[in-house]
């Protein structure tokens, strides 16, 4: 069974950066293509960006792009998300997971199933 465990979230305020980081477990790390989720309250849960298995290909949602940057760390089966001139409305928690393949698609496909989530990490942004 998959699981991740997100971290690196907290309270930021307008303007700041926080970097997320993601381990996973119970899969083969490098074949796989990650993603980052967030949900704020009240929202349905959304793809933010994600990388390729080889971090050769990335995507970003328009909210974040030039902000927020993924990268990730086969050796370490470690994937991060680098969250620079964070605004009020990035509050939300924070998922990874991995996707069939990084591209909207596939992003919004996994962010509307239910299962296998990880316990998030909240990053709240004050203005």
């Known amino acids: 069974q998959v699981q991740v465990v997100e971290s690196g979230g907290g309270l930021v305020q307008a303007g700041g950066s926080l970097r997320l980081s993601c381990t996973a477990s119970?899969?083969?790390?490098?074949?796989?293509?990650m993603g980052w989720f967030r949900q704020a309250p009240g929202k349905e849960r959304e793809g933010v960006s994600c990388i390729s298995w080889s971090g050769g290909s990335t995507y970003y949602a328009d909210s974040v792009k030039g902000r927020f940057t993924i990268f990730r760390d086969n050796a370490r089966i470690t994937l991060y998300l680098q969250m620079n001139s964070l605004k009020p409305e990035d509050t939300a928690m924070y998922y990874c997971?991995?996707?069939?393949?990084?591209?909207?698609?596939?992003?919004?496909?996994?962010?509307?199933?239910?299962?296998?989530w990880g316990q998030g990490t909240q990053v709240t942004v004050s203005s």
């Open positions: 119970g899969l083969t790390f490098r074949g796989y293509s």
């Open positions: 997971a991995a996707v069939q393949a990084c591209s909207p698609v596939y992003l919004r496909i996994r962010a509307a199933e239910d299962n296998y």
